[in-house]
């Protein structure tokens, strides 16, 4: 996807610095299984961007609406996202002095052609302050497993007789031996 901010107004002196605001709608979700922001949501982020000798430093502010399902129930859930982020963009001159000393520079976030690429930091920004098991509330009793009707909805003392699959094709077929004989 990538999430892309040109730095050329920004002076390379160390020190200088400058604000800058980004509304990106997503073209991909980004979060976990159970909630994200969605296709077609925006994010909201605003940033500072400082020049300092290795290249430059963001500090960033992600608002977002984050969508998803109860990990219980799955009744929809909706999360406001409001996540902040640091992050080093190092100059591509100093990340190839790097590489000669054999640091592995593939995780290595750079300023290229005076252009930098957000969509790491953002997207672990976003994953970190979501719920791996989102809920539609701290009490939600879930779905009953026999049913899948929600526990809330259903009285106290609801139960299924447990017969497991593969007996009940020979309870079936008991019960036509009865009928014959
Ligand atoms: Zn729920
Ligand atoms: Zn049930």
Known sequence: MGIILNLHELPRRSGEYKDYTLDF???????VAMIAVQIGRSLDISLTATSVDEGVLIRGQILALA????????????EDIDQSFDELFEYESKAAKLSKDDVDTDEILMVKDDCIDIETPVRDAIVL????????????????????ERYENLPADHDHQAIDPR?????DLAKKLDGKG
């Open 167 to 171: 007996w009940s094709a020979l309870s």
């Open 25 to 31: 709608i997503l073209t991909e979700p980004i979060g």
């Open 129 to 148: 302050a979501l719920e791996v098991n989102p809920l539609c509330s701290l009490d939600c009793l879930g779905l009953c497993p026999g049913c899948g």
């Open 67 to 78: 969508e998803g399902q109860c990990s219980r129930c799955l009744d929809p859930v909706r």
